[in-house]
């Protein structure tokens, strides 16, 4: 059984979800008693996929403004990224483009390029929606760089196994694993 290691960077503004969806996929369980990060967190998360042994290196960065010179670094040796907003928040969502272009900064110092899996969370508050469906949809079909769009709930867990699973699935295909 072959092994692999893979990093996983997870991006987006502060607040939007992204310690929740990453410790609600490490442990299962939802809490919102978590604080907020200040730089980056790193977490590891060892799994059999598909015939494979696979570790995962999951970075998730700050939202804040103040620690996005940091971003690019991180990006470095990135086999996999993941774009969070919340779907409750357009804010969130408008800035987008501001986090491409940080993406892009630290990812072209990759050799190979970074499937990047688009995230709306917070999906079990969808009666306080104010991002819609279609308009997230439209940003993966006109941005080269995101291949998918996923919603998700930390809270109640919906999907959140399923996005490791296409973003892991895309960094096998792309190193030509499976």
């Known amino acids: 059984m072959t092994q692999s290691i893979f990093k996983i960077c997870v991006l987006g ?8 969806f990453v ?6 369980v939802f809490n919102e008693q978590l604080k907020i990060t200040i730089g980056v967190n790193f977490y590891v998360k060892k799994l059999e ?3 494979h042994m696979v570790t995962l290196q999951i970075w998730d960065f700050a939202g804040e403004n103040r620690f996005r010179f940091i971003l690019p670094s991180y990006l470095l040796g990135a ?7 919340d779907i409750t928040r357009f804010s969130s969502f408008r800035n987008f483009n501001n986090w491409m272009d940080v993406f892009e ?7 190979n390029s970074i499937p990047l899996l688009m995230v709306g969370s917070k999906k079990d508050l969808e009666y306080k929606r104010a991002v819609s ?8 079909e006109n941005y080269d760089k995101v291949y998918d769009y996923i919603e998700c709930s930390a809270k109640t867990g919906e999907n959140i196994e399923l996005i490791f699973e296409k973003l892991i699935d895309s960094i096998m295909i792309k190193q030509g694993l499976i």
């Open 49 to 51: 996929f598909r015939q």
């Open 23 to 28: 410790a609600r996929y490490l442990t299962g």
């Open 79 to 85: 086999a996999g990224a993941i774009f969070m907003y």
């Open 133 to 140: 469906f279609e308009d997230a949809m439209a940003i993966t």
């Open 13 to 20: 503004d502060g607040g939007v979800g992204k310690t929740t």
């Open 105 to 111: 900064e630290g990812s072209k110092r990759n050799e």
